[in-house]
C-alpha cells in the first residue's frame, strides 16, 4: 500500500492563494490585505505538532520559515515578524509567518480574532504573489 | 569594551517565574494558572526576531523549542501546542510554548489578549517548575 498523500485541508485551501512549493513546504498568501500573511505547510499527511515531524525535518522547516521570514520582510518592509504554529481550529500544521506594522488593524495585538478580513485589490494580490515566488525562487507549480 | 550583556526584559521578568537555563535559552513559566505556559529567551543582546540569530543559533532554538514542546506535552497531557514568537510589545525575542486543552479559557482562540489571567497556587506552580526542571535536565541556577 502506498504511503498516504499531502492534500491541503479545505479551510485552508479557502482562506488561501496559492504561491508555490518549497522543499518541504507549501506556501501561502492568505486572502487578508489586513497584513502581509502567509502559510507555510509542510506536505506530510496527519501531521499536527512540529515535533511530530522528523528530527530533519523540523530543521528543514526552521530554515524553510527562515527563507520566507527574510522574503517577507524584504518585500512589504515589514518592522517585525509574528510567527505562529497554532492550529487550535484548523489541526493540518501549518506555520503564520505575518508582517506587522504599528497601526496595522490589530497593533500592537495578535492578529488571530483581532479584525474581519480586508478584501484584497487582485492585482496587489498577485503582486505580492509574485514578489514572494521571485524571492523565494519557486514557481506557481505544485511539487 | 566587552560585548552587551543579555538582561532579561523588565516586563518578561514580572510576568514569569525562572525555571532554568538551556544551552541557549532562558527557560520562563508564565505566572498565568489559565495554561500551562512557558517562555524560551535566547540569552543574547539586542535580539528582536528569530532570523536575527546566527543560522547555528536558528537550528539551536528550534531543538530547544521541540525539547521544551515534548516536555511541557508530556507533563501536562495537553491536547495542542501553540508556539509563537510575536514581540510586538515586548520586544525581546522570546517564544511561547503553551499547552492547550479544548475548554481552557480561551480555546479555540488564542490565549493572548483572551482571558485576564488567573494566579497560580503556589505549589501548583512549584510543582510544574519542578517538573519543567527534571525533564528539561536543567536546576534552578541562572548559566
Chains 1, 2 share one sequence.
Not at 484548523?90 to 495578535?110: E, M, T
Not at 478584501?119 to 511539487?143: C, F
Request: charged fraction near 20%.
Amino acid at each position: 500500500m502506498p504511503p498516504p498523500a499531502f492534500a491541503l485541508d479545505p479551510q485552508l485551501a479557502v482562506d488561501t492563494v496559492f504561491v508555490g512549493d518549497l522543499a518541504l513546504c507549501r506556501v501561502l498568501l492568505v486572502k487578508d490585505a489586513n497584513y502581509p500573511w502567509i502559510l507555510l505547510v509542510p506536505r506530510r499527511p496527519n501531521v499536527t505538532e512540529m515535533i511530530d515531524l522528523p528530527d530533519h525535518e523540523q530543521i528543514q522547516l526552521a530554515g524553510e520559515v527562515a527563507v520566507a521570514s527574510r522574503a517577507l520582510r524584504a518585500i512589504t518592509g515589514c518592522e517585525k515578524l509574528n510567527i505562529a504554529s497554532l492550529g487550535n481550529v484548523v489541526s493540518q500544521l501549518h506555520i503564520h509567518v505575518i508582517g506587522r506594522r504599528p497601526g496595522d488593524k490589530a497593533w500592537p495585538k495578535a492578529v488571530w480574532g483581532a479584525a474581519l478580513p480586508t478584501v484584497y485589490d487582485p492585482n496587489q494580490r498577485d503582486e505580492l504573489a509574485t514578489a514572494l515566488r521571485h524571492a523565494l525562487k519557486i514557481n506557481a507549480i505544485a511539487k
